[in-house]
């Protein structure tokens, strides 16, 4: 199929151009050139598809942010879907509208962008897809990935009395650092490998959404938080003095921090913090509750109810 309109210096100039920067990988006998690529995956894992596209105006401000940022971050947020099945990524695919007056500029800037954090995490680019046209930029990147034995950590699996996780610091993302999130893949493997992991999810609508996430998925379940557990990372004060909100509040409810949230049995929590398995960094949170709903428990020990008020793209043009 091919009803792209060509940018210059010419749709498949572009395309070799990358298919030259696309060392040869076993794991992917048949890359960027053919019809398909062929992918190899590994005998009895299964293969894990991720995808996400990013848009000029709503996940990134080219003019601001140049497409190097956007390259780095269109493919860090599908590997962060990858680290939370706690899968291993093994290629993407990247499918472009590139805006026509720059085209080629844009597309080696997003390649430039992406190809390190790539290499670091053994993605081979695979193949794409490439068009220009009067509108702004767009980018989706689909990652193809493996599951690890004994299988991926789906969201489903918590229950009462659990012990939920974070791997780092939450809140005030939008002050940058949602341009540039470290995907949680080296944490996730090490955590699946030495711990029954029985739901996982990456925080990217706001750790009460995602949460919330979990607890829908494992059967209308509830869950405490501990205020004062609460990792909240600077950015968030930051936010908090420029808006009034509390850094909480955007801890719990800004999306795009891509730390793990991660719920264990709660004869392995103890464990998990005296020995986090390296890399992962470790901040027990709460606990989920057979009753349904999110609810907040101050350092004086009163618990009041809260609601997620993370990103929802359809609901509105703004968080909250
Ligand atoms: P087709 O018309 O069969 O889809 P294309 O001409 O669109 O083929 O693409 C040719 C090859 O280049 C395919 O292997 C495709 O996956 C790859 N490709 C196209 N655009 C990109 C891109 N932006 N990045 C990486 N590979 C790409
Ligand atoms: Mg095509």
Redesign the pocket.
Known sequence: ??Q?VPPAPG??D??DW??RR?PADERVPL???????AVRIAAGAQALVTTDMLMDGRHFRLAEHGPEAVGYKALAVNLSDIAAMAGVPLAA????ALPRDRAAEV?RG??AGMTPLAARFGVV??????NAWDGPLVVSITVLGETVAPGPVLRSGARPGDAIFVTGPLGGSLLGRHLHPEPRIVEALALHRAFALRALIDVSDGLASDLDHILTESGGLGATLDAGAIPVHADAEAMGRQDGRSPLDHALNDGEDFELCLVVAPEDAARLLADPPSPARLHRIGTVDSAPGLRLRSPAGDVTPIRPRGFDHLASDRRG
């Open positions: 199929m091919n792209s749709e498949f572009l395309i990358i298919r696309s890359g960027i050139g053919d019809d398909c690529a695919f990247v499918a472009v597309a997003l390649h680019l695979a193949g794409g897809d490439t």
